[in-house]
């Protein structure tokens, strides 16, 4: 319940409370905080069973102003204990139902609503007034557990009851029973009247209280709630209580800002930051941790976008790569082929024409047609990827070996003059009449190779086709042999 437990002052009281605080006054004779007189008072004063019952309600209510929740319901059960023995149904009643308010305060509002029912049950008839406050006690906690109908059925009745001779917490109750109900304008005069009787019995946090909530009201009805506001931060000023204080900067800071008096609005909330050190330490630490995430996050995207790329271009250049490949690349035996040929020697007979010597040999297997008729093409097929992994081997890294077309290919050998070129061609076919071909094994192959060296002046044309020569003329005086072109 958002009550306020009446303000033990002498004015708020009922009559026959103030009696029992003026003569706890002039028994204890000191100035003492209310809580303390009252228990003196208690102790060493002649009561009847009554009156410690009542100075038991006053005691809780100064306690539980102090803000000692706990002992304030000690002392009220204590308090009911010698209150039943007087058979005092409203006093019994009253301290039910300030039980009752401690349980909705700490947010037991069920707790609260069968004490409060409890309470009310035993208002005698004639007791309008207390019933009243009963009724609002009921409303509130209706409210709280969300049962709305009901709690504005109470409201409705406390309303035809016409109670006027509440205390200010009593309507400050009734007040914030309004505003929760959504009924401002009815939740604005309370809080005012409230305020008024707060004021008139000197309770400055009662006062204040109700100052922040005109103030915020006002804002919410359109109207201007600066000059309430501030009247609030006068008194949380004079109170010195840092909480309150920044209450009301907060608001403050929202009105400001509401009206683009940004200016204003900051010094507000900085001076709510100010008094609210580990609030403010929370916060900073928190829009740093928002900051650092929405860094995060932002790094993260753009790894993924970064990576995405990555993989596209990857994937890019490996198509590219297959592309090449598939354009530089014998698709059978996965040499280069004759493009990649005729790409890479303008620049190794560059070389050549330089001074390096250069020779190239013109490959080609022997009645390979036969292999393809006696065998099939597929067989066929594998004797050539077999043929090719043997030129393979035969190179070093710095030769060229290419499938030149059909069952012919090249090998171009940088460096290397035409002897030394005559050697790897004689090695080359002596490896191809003793290979065995693993897809037809009892295969026995030969082949032609032509040699041709670089002579100066010579391109890619002629070199070719004087190795082509070279090879005729192995091919023409028996196969299974390398030859040279005339010219050597
Ligand atoms: N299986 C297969 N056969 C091919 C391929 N390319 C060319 N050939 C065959 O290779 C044979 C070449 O035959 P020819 O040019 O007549 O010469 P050859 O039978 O090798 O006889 P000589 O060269 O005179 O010793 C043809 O039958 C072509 O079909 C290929 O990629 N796969």
Known sequence: MNAVSPSPSIRTLLPAQADLLVQARALVKRELPASLLLTQALRHGQWNTAEQAEIALLLGQSQLLEGHGGKAVSTWLAGLERAQGTGDRALIARLW?????????????????????????????????????????????????????????????????????????????LAELYRLHGRLTDALVYHDRAHQLHAQADCAAGSLRCLLRIGQLQQQLGQDGEAALHAALAQADALATHV????????????????????????????????????????????????????????????????????????????????EN?????????????????????????????????????????????VNDEYSHAVGDDVLVSAGELLRQECRDSDLPARFGGEEFVLVLPGVRLNDAMHTAERIRLRVRSQRWPAQPELALTVSIGC???????????????????????????????????EH
């Not at 670089?454 to 023409?476: C, H, M, Q, T, V």
């Open 244 to 323: 309150l204080q920044a209450d009301v900067h907060h608001e403050l800071a929202a009105l400001y800002e509401a009206r683009g008096d940004h200016e204003r609005a900051l010094e507000h909330f900085d001076a709510f930051l100010a008094r609210q050190p580990q609030a403010a330490a929370t916060r900073h630490a928190s829009s740093k941790r928002l900051a650092a995430i929405e860094m995060r996050l932002k790094l993260l995207t753009s790894e993924i976008e970064l990576s995405q790329l990555r993989e596209e271009t990857l994937a890019g250049r490996q198509q590219l790569q297959k592309l």
């Open 97 to 173: 139902l300030a039980v009752g308010d401690t349980h909705a305060r700490s947010g037991d509002c069920e707790t609260a609503l069968r004490l409060h029912e409890h309470a009310i049950d035993l208002v005698p008839g004639a007791e309008q007034t207390l019933r009243s406050a009963c009724r609002l006690a009921l409303a509130t906690d209706l409210l709280a557990l969300q049962d709305t109908a009901t709690s504005a059925a109470l409201l409705w009745q406390i309303e035809q009851d016409g109670t006027t001779n509440w205390p200010a917490s009593q309507f400050e109750t």
């Open 452 to 486: 041709a060296e670089f002579l100066p002046g010579d391109n890619a044309e002629i070199l070719l086709s004087r190795a082509d020569l070279a090879l005729y003329l192995a091919k023409r005086t028996g196969r299974d042999r390398v030859c040279t072109a005339p």
């Open 326 to 370: 598939a354009a530089y690349r014998d698709s059978l035996t996965q040499l280069p082929n004759r493009r990649a040929l005729n790409e890479r020697l303008p620049d190794l007979l560059a070389a050549a024409e330089a001074g390096q010597p250069l020779s190239l040999l013109l490959l080609d297997l022997d009645h390979f047609k036969s």
